[in-house]
């Protein structure tokens, strides 16, 4: 069973920096492309960016220069780096798994812009 651990949330200023870490085990992590989400109070989950086995990445338009996806394969871990953080990027993020078997998500990470 694929399980999915994020971290690295947390309360931070606007303008500083984070970055989120997501842990894959319990399958290949190769076979599976990943995805970082958000969802912010009373919104809609959103996606942020995915990255697919051959390091390939893609963004929403609107996230497109203040957020990196990453992957190390040999660790199985995900990253998602957030410059310029803005209090609109309050939110909770969550790291999802697609592959054959399906979608798997983590219980996700809060963060908290705020002055």
């Known amino acids: 069973q694929v399980q999915l651990v994020e971290s690295g949330g947390g309360l931070v200023q606007p303008g500083g920096s984070l970055r989120l870490s997501c842990e894959f085990s319990?399958?290949?992590?190769?076979?599976?492309?990943m995805a970082w989400f958000r969802q912010a109070p009373g919104e809609q989950r959103e996606l942020v960016g995915d990255?697919?086995?051959?390091?390939?990445?893609t963004y929403t338009e609107s996230k497109k220069g203040r957020f990196t996806v990453s992957r190390e394969n040999l660790k199985s871990t995900v990253s998602l780096q957030i410059d310029r953080l803005k209090l609109g990027d309050t939110a909770v993020y969550y790291c999802?798994?697609?592959?054959?078997?399906?979608?798997?998500w983590g219980q996700g990470t809060q963060v908290i812009v705020s002055a």
């Open positions: 319990g399958s290949n992590f190769r076979h599976y492309a």
């Open positions: 990255i697919l086995d051959d390091m390939i990445t």
């Open positions: 999802r798994a697609q592959g054959f078997r399906g979608a798997f």
